[in-house]
């Protein structure tokens, strides 16, 4: 047992929500800030053999929602299935044929919502597929249609009140638009726009969303801004590199990555998140000052870092693994 004083201290310490994966095996564990030893893991489960892990903590509680693939070889478009992970309780499947490599959307309220779909024959063009968002209740696993169409997929950008924003792609065009959860009525917030969208940032307290687009047939990127209630768009910033990575800071400020050990800094050049090595940092998670990111290194595992009120704190992850950080519990 842990000494009394140590266990009143932790008790009060946040804990963020890490999901690592070895081979095909995914472990949920509950790190408190500033603690140097690893937790033991809370939950496992098995997936594909490579499989991201991609989860989201349900709010005011200690359950993650997490998708993983589990094929590893063959059209993964939608191997993916939807997990439910709680202490002291095995796995749970929720729901099956999620979109490949997509993480389940939990608004704050905590409603869940899934991309999934069906693949339709194969083309020497763009497959049109079957697709569908649904919500799913994290406890029952029961289903409810919120939108359907056809094409190559429905990416969940985000939320902005009761509304979903979804990137989708399908042969008439790419687009986003807005679903409402409850009347399901459906706003075109942009009509058109490329299909090489990527790395989607909805900032509900600014009605905005960012993300990284790409010029067709050429090698420029740009990180571009809608409001999510005009539909105004604007082009922020360009770069020759994909991983432009656009991020929104607690006041507001746009950060971006110019390029692998640059950190992130703002539109005016101010250095904001250190590089934390050779990759990129990607900001994942903030929560009331705490701010938790990884550094993502090509063709190799991540690392976690964190800060919380500007200065940096120490954040212990297993090593050699893939990572995701499904959130924090205060």
Do not use: C
């Not at 058109?192 to 900032?203: K, N």
């Amino acid at each position: 047992m842990l000494p009394l004083a140590l266990a009143l201290v932790l008790s009060a310490t946040p804990e963020v929500a890490i999901l690592s994966s070895q081979g095909e095996v995914a472990e949920l564990r509950f790190q408190p800030l500033g603690l140097t030893a690893l937790t033991a893991p809370v939950a496992r489960f098995s997936h594909g053999e490579g499989s991201a892990v991609l989860g989201s903590l349900l709010p005011r509680s200690r359950v993650v929602i997490a998708s993983a693939t589990t094929a590893s070889r063959g059209d993964l478009s939608f191997s993916n299935v939807l997990v439910r992970l709680e202490a002291g309780k095995p796995a749970r499947l929720l729901a099956s044929q999620l979109a490949y490599g997509s993480r389940p959307l939990v608004t704050a309220e905590g409603r869940v919502f899934i991309s999934r779909g069906v693949a339709g024959p194969d083309s020497d063009e763009l497959r049109v597929d079957a697709l569908s968002v649904e919500e799913i209740d994290p406890a029952t696993a029961r289903t409810r249609p919120v939108y359907a169409t056809q094409g190559a997929f429905t990416f969940l950008a985000g939320a902005l009140g009761r509304e979903l924003i979804i990137y989708e792609v399908t042969p008439r065009a790419a687009r986003l638009i807005a679903v409402h959860v409850d009347t399901l009525a459906v706003r075109e917030v942009l009509p058109t726009m490329a299909g090489l969208a990527h790395d989607f940032v909805v900032d509900a307290a600014r009605r905005r969303v960012l993300f990284t687009q790409g010029t067709p047939g050429g090698r420029s990127w740009f990180v571009e801004e809608v409001d999510l209630v005009s539909g105004a768009s604007k082009r922020l910033v360009e770069g020759p590199e994909v991983t432009l990575l656009p991020a929104v800071w607690p006041d507001g400020r746009v950060l971006i990555s110019t390029g692998a050990g640059a950190g992130l800094e703002t539109l005016g050049g101010e250095r904001v998140v250190p590089a934390h090595g050779a990759g990129f940092e990607r900001l994942v998670v903030q929560h009331q000052g705490l701010i938790v990111g990884l550094h993502e290194r090509p063709s190799d595992f991540p690392s976690v870092f964190a800060t919380q009120h500007g200065k940096p704190v120490t954040l212990a992850a297993p090593s050699s693994s893939r990572l995701d950080v499904a959130g924090v519990i205060p």
